[in-house]
């Protein structure tokens, strides 16, 4: 949580016209020597010295902002919550209405008066139509005197962050040839390979039944057999300059889609992300790739591909336009 920092005062029309009325007032008083039009002007001097003393009365709240989830699916429910507390023995005066900017849009919100020791929390829902990162903050408030002559504005909480990264685009080929269980080190039950003995369970198949071992131990044993574990595999993004917008956030919503089978995810710019260890960063790696811009020599390539290929494979721009590498799977969004 953060105090507010002043930006500065703004006088209203209101405020500019009672000004200019109040020395009217008192030049014609001092020329035509009028106690009437004295005590006039004493009274809308009173009104405008009234107006400065509040808006220099040290009552603002302490305000956070949290963003909740932070890490949202394209179109997912995002909301920014404002929680503003009074921590002193006093009450804080009313703010007026507060704004923040997320993206392009300006989301409003009202910070209420606080008796000591209040808290007020609103939540605020927020744009997640299109993938990116936005960070929004501080929330830019005004307090305004009880006659609204004129509004001093202040900057509450800190910047913060809305990561939206793309939606899940499942693949069906490509995601049920790869799957989870076979990481490096995570071997699941299968017929390939010798993995431990185990005691005889209902339902075993009894050709797997190691009889000299059960023989020694007075007890059914069975072979238990697994399938080797794979080499770890490489989700690669692979882009070229001239890739079409479109094509490109298509295929960032497969790369999501696969994003649970695979171990890691390397970008064309030779970013990573641990997608095993570390799902989260390599979604948000995901929210902020944007395709490369066109360049000289590009031609008329429009697309984007995606390549599975086990560790040590080169990931490159030569996979992308059809030559496979071994044990690879690659999928292509778009024309070339």
Do not use: C
């Given at each position: 949580?953060?105090?507010?920092?002043?930006?500065?005062?703004?006088?209203?029309?209101?405020?500019?016209?009672?000004?200019?009325?109040?020395?009217?007032?008192?030049?014609?008083?001092?020329?035509?020597?009028?106690?009437?039009?004295?005590?006039?002007?004493?009274?809308?001097?009173?009104?405008?010295?009234?107006?400065?003393?509040?808006?220099?009365?040290?009552?603002?709240?302490?305000?956070?902002?949290?963003?909740?989830?932070?890490?949202?699916?394209?179109?997912?429910?995002?909301?920014?919550?404002?929680?503003?507390?009074?921590?002193?023995?006093?009450?804080?005066?009313?703010?007026?209405?507060?704004?923040?900017?997320?993206?392009?849009?300006?989301?409003?919100?009202?910070?209420?008066?606080?008796?000591?020791?209040?808290?007020?929390?609103?939540?605020?829902?927020?744009?997640?139509?299109?993938?990116?990162?936005?960070?929004?903050?501080?929330?830019?408030?005004?307090?305004?005197?009880?006659?609204?002559?004129?509004?001093?504005?202040?900057?509450?909480?800190?910047?913060?962050?809305?990561?939206?990264?793309?939606?899940?685009?499942?693949?069906?080929?490509?995601?049920?040839?790869?799957?989870a269980g076979e990481r490096a080190g995570n071997p699941r039950p299968g017929s390939d390979e010798f993995h431990s003995l185990r005691p005889y369970r209902r339902g075993d198949d009894h050709r797997l039944i190691h009889w000299?071992?059960?023989?020694?131990?007075?007890?059914?044993?069975v072979r238990h057999l697994v399938d080797p574990p794979q080499a770890p595999r490489v989700l690669g993004l692979v882009d070229a300059a001239g890739w079409d917008r479109e094509a490109f956030e298509v295929a960032l919503e497969?790369?999501?889609?696969?994003l649970d089978v695979v171990d890691e995810l390397v970008t064309a710019t030779g970013q990573r992300a641990d997608a095993a260890g570390d799902p989260a960063r390599a979604l948000r790696l995901l929210a902020t790739l944007e395709?490369?811009?066109?360049?000289?020599?590009?031609?008329?390539?429009?697309?984007?591909?995606?390549?599975?290929?086990?560790?040590?494979?080169?990931?490159?721009?030569?996979?992308?336009?059809?030559?496979?590498?071994?044990?690879?799977?690659?999928?292509?969004?778009?024309?070339?």
């Open positions: 949580m953060t105090r507010g920092r002043v930006r500065g005062v703004a006088v209203s029309a209101t405020g500019r016209a009672v000004v200019v009325l109040a020395l009217s007032v008192w030049g014609a008083a001092a020329a035509a020597r009028s106690p009437a039009l004295a005590v006039l002007a004493a009274g809308l001097l009173g009104v405008l010295a009234v107006a400065a003393v509040w808006l220099a009365l040290p009552g603002v709240p302490t305000v956070s902002l949290t963003v909740r989830p932070p890490l949202v699916p394209r179109d997912g429910k995002a909301e920014l919550v404002v929680s503003a507390a009074n921590r002193s023995r006093h009450r804080r005066t009313p703010l007026l209405v507060g704004e923040v900017m997320i993206g392009s849009q300006r989301l409003q919100m009202r910070v209420p008066a606080l008796p000591p020791g209040a808290v007020h929390s609103e939540a605020v829902p927020l744009p997640t139509g299109r993938r990116g990162v936005y960070r929004t903050g501080p929330l830019e408030v005004g307090r305004i005197d009880p006659f609204g002559l004129a509004r001093r504005a202040l900057r509450l909480g800190e910047t913060v962050t809305l990561w939206v990264h793309p939606k899940r685009r499942p693949l069906g080929p490509v995601s049920s040839a790869v799957d000299r071992s059960t023989a020694r131990t007075l007890e059914p044993m497969y790369a999501t889609g696969l395709p490369t811009p066109p360049g000289p020599g590009t031609g008329e390539i429009s697309g984007a591909a995606i390549v599975i290929a086990p560790a040590g494979v080169p990931v490159s721009a030569e996979i992308a336009v059809g030559v496979a590498a071994d044990g690879a799977a690659q999928v292509r969004v778009g024309t070339r």
